[in-house]
Every structure is written in structure tokens, then in C-alpha cells.
């Protein structure tokens, strides 16, 4: 599903508006969703989780304007929660699957990082952009050497033919490229976003 995606976005919306306007009524608004969000999901609670990342970056976001503890909590815990379904931590991930999921998420570890400043999460979102730019971008910026499913693809796997390469992706890898500079001051970043 993609309920949590989109109420995500709205965040990112509502923080965007915020910053450019200084007003509030989409923020609080944004919130609202956010503490609902919060109260609903997590840890004894209802254990689901998006297919699709958003909602844990933008809660991330949303934490460093709010300052509302839960908001960050609960992104660290989809994000742990996500990765633990499938055998893997914030220390062991790895750039694999769904392209545009797989930035997202990176993008989701890359903002926990900026709000923490957590050594293994810097170490994670560092390392995630390091594969990014060694093994799995075209010389274009382009990512997902897979049609099939729409992947990532295996390290250095980028055929001429039958990539799929969609736009979703690159637009998810410049998203994740800012958050990296934004992070680590990684000159790449800036390269991989031209």
C-alpha cells in the first residue's frame, strides 16, 4: 500500500511551505498526521509498515522542526523494523531491490542521520551513497540496471539493453544525493546531482 507514502509526502509538503511562508496551518496539519501516525503504528501496536518509504524521512524531517521525539522514534523504527523483516540492520544494509524503495530508504537512513548524528547511521547512508556511485549508477545518474522488478540490479550490473532506469529513480537518487552532501559535505554528491 501507499497510505504512509502519501501522508509523507504531505509532510514534506507542509515543511516546504513552512520554511518558504513561515506559516503553520499545513504543518500543523502535517502534525497531526504525524503524532496520529505515531500513536497507531509502531511496537505493540499495529506492526505494519508501508511497501513503499516516505513517511520515515519525512518523520525525520519533520522532528528536527518539531522537536517532537516521537516523530523521530517512530522513523527509526519503521526503518529498523523494515529492514530487520528481511534479515538486515542499519549496519548491513545494502542498496538492493525496487530502485526507487531502495533510495527512498537510503534516504530515510540518510535523514536519521543528519537528525542523530548516530555514527552508525552516518556509516550506513555513507556507505549505502559509496555503492550508489560506485557500482550502481549509469554514467548518466541513471539507476535500476533491471527491467525486472523494476532493480537496482547486482553491483556493476548495467546492460545497455533491458535496463529499466525509470525517472522515478533518478529522481529518488538526486533526493538521496542532496541528503549525502547535506550529511558528509561528499563532493560526489554534487557530481551525481549534475
Known sequence: ????????????AALAHHAVTGETALLDI?????DHVCATFGPGRDERTDGHPEAELALARLAAVSGEPQHLDHARWTIEHQLARVGRSVDDVDLAGHAV????????IAEVARVTGEDR????AHRLFTSLVDEHAYPTGAVGG????????????????????????????VQ???RVWDLTGDRRALDHIE
Open 1 to 12: 500500500s501507499h497510505e504512509l507514502y502519501c501522508g509523507g509526502h504531505l509532510v514534506e
Open 30 to 34: 502535517a502534525r497531526r498526521w504525524a
Open 101 to 108: 524503495r531502495a533510495l527512498y530508504l537510503a534516504s530515510g
Open 121 to 124: 547511521w552516518q556509516a550506513s
Open 146 to 173: 533491471r527491467w525486472i522488478d523494476e532493480s537496482v540490479g547486482r553491483p556493476y550490473e548495467l546492460p545497455d539493453s533491458m535496463a529499466y532506469a525509470e525517472s522515478c529513480a533518478a529522481v529518488a537518487s
Open 176 to 178: 538521496f544525493a542532496r
